[in-house]
């Protein structure tokens, strides 16, 4: 079961975006591309056949996994996530400090 998922909202927890908050748009293995965090600019050659204009590209990449906490709202900062089976055998999220299920 992954710990982080897509749509999740999250909270980077280091590198140049330290603080900033995000919803996670896809996850590529150990990595994510989080919406809004991570941009960098790219040098890009126009491409006329697939109607690509060149230029400066302002574009999101991935951030590792390790460096964004799920956001927990209740507590308003970022949390560790664990996971819990019930007693129907059902693997459900956890926050870890307080214990509240992430998934309803």
Same mark, same amino acid.
């Given at each position: @079961?992954?710990?982080? %998922?897509?749509?999740?909202? =999250?909270?980077?927890?280091?590198?140049?975006?330290?603080?900033?908050?995000?919803? =996670?748009?896809? #996850?590529?293995?150990?990595?994510?591309?989080?919406?809004?965090?991570?941009?960098?600019?790219? $040098?890009?050659? *126009?491409? *006329? =056949?697939?109607?690509?204009?060149?230029?400066? #590209?302002? @574009?999101?990449? *991935?951030? $590792?996994?390790?460096?964004?906490?799920?956001?927990?709202? /209740?507590?308003?900062?970022?949390?560790? #996530?664990?996971?819990?089976?019930?007693?129907?055998?059902? %693997? #459900?999220? =956890?926050? %870890?400090?307080?214990?509240?299920?992430?998934? /309803?």
């Amino acid at each position: @079961m992954q710990k982080i %998922k897509k749509n999740d909202d =999250v909270i980077v927890i280091a590198g140049k975006d330290k603080g900033n908050r995000g919803s =996670v748009q896809r #996850v590529l293995g150990e990595f994510l591309l989080v919406g809004g965090i991570n941009k960098v600019k790219k $040098h890009q050659k *126009p491409n *006329p =056949v697939k109607g690509v204009s060149g230029g400066i #590209v302002e @574009m999101e990449k *991935p951030i $590792h996994i390790s460096n964004v906490a799920i956001f927990n709202a /209740a507590a308003k900062k970022g949390d560790r #996530v664990g996971i819990k089976v019930l007693e129907d055998g059902r %693997k #459900v999220r =956890v926050f %870890k400090s307080s214990g509240e299920q992430i998934d /309803a």
